[in-house]
């Protein structure tokens, strides 16, 4: 199975927000939507349009701050660009699940943002992945089964 066929069943729909916006928002953002990730975008200056600039997940908040000299309010107060992680793991729509299960486990992400010709076509979490292997293995389990009962 391809990740388009994810995407096709759960949709495109992406939450982003933008480099300069607060941790808090984020926050907010990501308990209002409840998700786990939000993609961060930053003005493109070269050519006018808008890019992945980094990923922020409830991990890089809760790490910030779990730290034992962090003060709250300031790691709140600080812009998305400080905590997001700038090193994002992408994937295309034709990238197989298991190539993408592979990935995921190497690397121990839980989102990998979906670009199509560089330009963000969604994004897919574990629970997507997870989801699809178990549709694909209750299909699987359905035919083996109607083939039994069927006395061929």
């Known amino acids: 199975m391809l990740i388009e066929h994810i995407l096709h069943r759960k949709g495109r729909e992406v939450e982003t927000i933008s480099t300069t916006a607060l ?4 926050a907010v953002r990501l308990r209002d939507r409840n ?9 493109d200056d070269n050519e006018g349009g808008v890019t992945v ?9 809760v790490r910030a701050l779990g730290v034992a000299e962090a003060d709250s309010a300031a ?8 905590l997001m992680t700038t090193e994002v793991v ?15 486990t190497d690397r121990r992400i839980r989102h990998v943002p979906v670009l199509d010709g560089g330009t963000l076509a969604g994004i897919v979490s574990i629970g997507d992945v997870v989801k699809s292997r178990i549709d694909e293995l209750k299909e699987e389990t359905d035919t083996l ?4 009962s069927s006395g061929r």
């Open 90 to 104: 992408t994937c295309e729509p034709r990238t197989t699940v298991d190539e993408l299960m592979r990935l995921m």
């Open 53 to 61: 600039a980094g990923i922020l997940s409830e991990r890089d908040v």
């Open 75 to 82: 790691v709140l107060g600080q812009p998305v660009s400080a």
């Open 145 to 148: 089964h109607e083939y039994l």
């Open 23 to 26: 941790v808090s928002d984020a």
């Open 35 to 43: 998700i786990g990730a939000l993609v961060v975008m930053s003005d």
